[in-house]
């Protein structure tokens, strides 16, 4: 019954698809044919006529148009004639506000620079509203570029957090997002309880213009502003992290057995008598990935790296996989999870609990003794995982010789050390090639059962976490080449080569330490990891090392093979956590379509039409997630050290600017010493050095020196931290 029942479910499917394909074959026709250079601005009429197709009916094209004009493709001029977008000095994109009233334009094509968008000219378009801007001073691509907002496409912000403040008769909400830099207005009516200092969830009923506020209603308290929790909250409420499923989803979770059946294990190979283990972190739930590793009668390492096979249960275009693209990854906010699948399944039958069957797509790589996959075999799997072994537990046995672990797991001590050895030489690999290492400190933050944080320390990653990255890394490439050469459409994971600009300015800086790079015109990576090389150890490390990261592109996910610049890899993907990122299970569906033949011309078609669009939403979340897990920390850092006003601690000089100087402590917390606050001379800041100079005694701060600070303020609601010199 269950069977016929998906059986329906997915025939509707299919025919959703097949619309949907016919549809962007059209699009791609039509803006094949204004791409024509004979091609000029034609009206309605003009436009039926000259795109001649008998087949082709007019409520077809109209369809069509109004989808490209949604997506900003193509725009009507004041004639009322069609015409191409690209072709007529404007650029599509997605704004990035600014707290002081300007934006940038961030375009859809990655070709193009970021665009200067001055505040009379952002027409009403906020943070992260897709619009059209047309050019309106310098050239496209160029740093003196200016535009103004002609058209916006879509809304970002329908519903934004602050905190609300009340007024005589009326009360306005200041958004949390300071790249939002408007206040929205609410009238006395729309208050909804809201009073002083309380969190709100504001929902926009008129959108700003030239010289007028948004005006809101309040539509959700969150409580006040100082209140346990009411902080998490506001941040999953900005980024739309939504913590409950709708019910179809949770509906359809339920239908999924808990166990896995004969009849699946039947079909696949079987890896169940395997020494198969996973070491995740110590509050894990969602066990993706696990691993296993033999030495073959050459001497050459055969590593298992098996899979949970999410889409297994998860398929394309049921209310489960729509909701997964919607949040398109797992966001983790320190004492919670906000999951991309329903618990059942993420905690359940996806994940590779110990000693369960449970489905896998598995990677095996024959790998020799210098680093080299030799051979290798993808297929579905079943396995039972004899371990769930931790990071922390693996550590003491690998690094401290830990006797009671050691008795505990005597069976699998020898496959930890051959573990070891196989990290050490494909890191070794890696680095030959030129990979960037960045040495960055984590932070690990400690809550009580009332959300406070009483702990804050840096994150130690110690031999279990790099032997798990690399193993991941190696079948991610893997994977990825294995596709490429199959020419089948795929979600790649690629990191751009870095701009040439950017990279002169982090030359310029560097400088003032000694160091320098070469080659900046087509610079390889080798070049920055030798830098990191350098300043291993060194006080400017840390400092380096970030703007380093700053002077690079971001990683994105992309329908095209473009190559992983920070790892110096052809060929990269992500295929190795398919439970917590939409793309790793997108591929899966690919793969696991290639190994069955399944592939066909109407397939490819059909993933042709949605892969970059599904790369796109990706990227999205991804970036929402990061920037949600960044707001966090910082929140719970400033709340930290909230009760440490008036402590002295020891520091270092992670940043100069012309306002004051940034200082971290030994704890990863970093805050400010405004330069009003330096009240033993008056300081100049030195651009060209980055230093700080008094003007009278010709004291000099710089980047890397030591400090010694007191706490003078924190502000939660703005995540700073103030301190001054002792």
């Not at 509707?12 to 698809?17: K, P």
């Not at 094949?32 to 000029?40: L, P």
Request: net charge negative.
């Amino acid at each position: 019954m269950r069977e016929k029942k998906i059986e329906k479910e997915r025939g509707a499917i299919a025919l959703i698809n097949t619309e949907k394909e016919i549809n962007t074959e059209l699009k791609n026709k039509l803006l094949d044919f204004m791409r024509e250079d004979a091609y000029k601005p034609l009206s309605h009429n003009e436009l039926i006529r000259a795109f001649q197709d008998n087949s082709l009916q007019v409520s077809e094209l109209d369809g069509v148009l109004n989808s490209l004009l949604e997506e900003g493709s193509i725009i009507i001029t004041r004639k009322n004639k069609y015409g191409l977008t690209e072709k007529m000095n404007m650029v599509v994109g997605r704004i990035q506000g600014n707290k002081k009233g300007f934006g940038f334009l961030i375009p859809d094509n990655k070709d193009h620079r970021d665009l200067f968008i001055p505040a009379e000219n952002l027409n009403g378009a906020m943070n992260d509203d897709r619009v059209i801007v047309r050019l309106t001073a310098g050239e496209l691509g160029t740093k003196k570029s200016e535009g103004e907002v002609i058209r916006i496409l879509k809304r970002a912000n329908a519903k934004i957090v602050g905190t609300f403040e009340s007024g005589k008769g009326f009360g306005f909400v200041i958004p949390d997002d300071q790249r939002i830099y408007q206040d929205i207005f609410v009238s006395k009516s729309d208050f909804k309880g809201a009073k002083e200092g309380y969190k709100v969830v504001v929902e926009i009923t008129r959108w700003p213009e030239a010289r007028r506020n948004p005006e809101g209603v309040i539509v959700e308290l969150l409580g006040h502003k100082d209140d346990t929790g009411t902080d998490i909250l506001s941040i999953i409420r900005g980024h739309n992290l939504p913590e409950e499923f709708p019910s179809e989803v949770e509906k359809q979770s339920e239908k999924i057995p808990e166990a896995v059946s004969q009849e699946d294990i039947t079909k696949r190979r079987d890896l169940r008598d395997k020494v198969i283990i996973t070491i995740d972190g110590e509050d894990a739930k969602d066990l993706d990935d696990a691993v296993s590793l033999e030495i073959l009668p050459d001497g050459d390492y055969l590593l298992g790296v098996h899979i949970a096979d999410v889409s297994q249960y998860v398929f394309e275009n049921s209310y489960l996989d729509k909701e997964a693209i919607k949040r398109g990854t797992s966001v983790y906010l320190i004492d919670r999870v906000v999951p991309m699948l329903p618990k059942r399944l993420s905690n359940g039958i996806c994940s590779l609990n110990p000693q369960l069957d449970r489905l896998t797509l598995s990677c095996d790589m024959e790998i020799d003794r210098k680093g080299k996959v030799k051979k290798y075999e993808i297929y579905e799997s079943v396995i039972k995982t004899k371990e769930r072994m931790t990071y922390e537990n693996v550590n003491k046995i690998l690094a401290d010789s830990d006797p009671v672990l050691a008795e505990r797991y005597g069976s699998l001590l020898n496959t930890f050390k051959q573990m070891e050895e196989l990290m050490q030489i494909l890191n070794k690999k890696r680095r030959l090639r030129g990979s960037i290492n960045f040495e960055f400190e984590e932070t690990k933050i400690i809550l009580d059962e009332k959300g406070k944080p009483i702990e804050i320390k840096p994150y130690e990653r110690g031999i279990s976490e790099r032997i798990i990255e690399e193993f991941m890394l190696v079948c991610n490439e893997t994977v990825a080449e294995h596709m490429y050469w199959k020419e089948t459409p795929f979600i790649y994971r690629v990191h751009e080569d870095p701009d040439a600009e950017k990279l002169q300015a982090f030359n310029e800086f560097i400088f003032n330490f000694g160091y320098h790079l070469k080659g900046i015109a087509e610079i390889h990576p080798k070049a920055l990891q030798q830098l990191t090389d350098q300043i291993k150890g060194s006080k400017e490390e840390r400092i380096i090392n970030t703007l380093m990261l700053r002077s690079l592109k971001k990683a994105r996910y992309t329908s095209e093979s473009m190559g992983h610049f920070g790892l110096a890899a052809k060929y990269y993907c992500h295929f190795t956590s398919p439970i917590r990122r939409y793309p790793d299970l997108m591929i899966h569906r690919i793969i696991k379509e290639d190994i069955h033949g399944k592939l066909n011309e109407k397939r490819l078609k059909h993933y042709y039409s949605i892969i970059e669009d599904i790369a796109g939403q990706s990227s999205i979340r991804e970036r929402a997630a990061d920037e949600a897990e960044r707001e966090l920390e910082d929140l719970k850092k400033a709340e930290y050290m909230k009760d440490k006003i008036g402590e002295e601690y020891d520091g270092i000089i992670s940043g100069v600017t012309s306002f004051g100087m940034f200082v971290e402590l030994e704890n990863t917390i970093e805050g400010l010493v405004h330069m009003s606050n330096m009240e033993d001379d008056y300081y100049q800041f030195d651009e060209m050095h980055y230093m700080l100079i008094g003007e009278r005694r010709r004291r000099t701060f710089r980047i890397g020196d030591s400090v010694r600070i007191k706490v003078l303020n924190a502000d939660i609601a703005n995540r700073t931290i103030d301190f001054s010199l002792v």
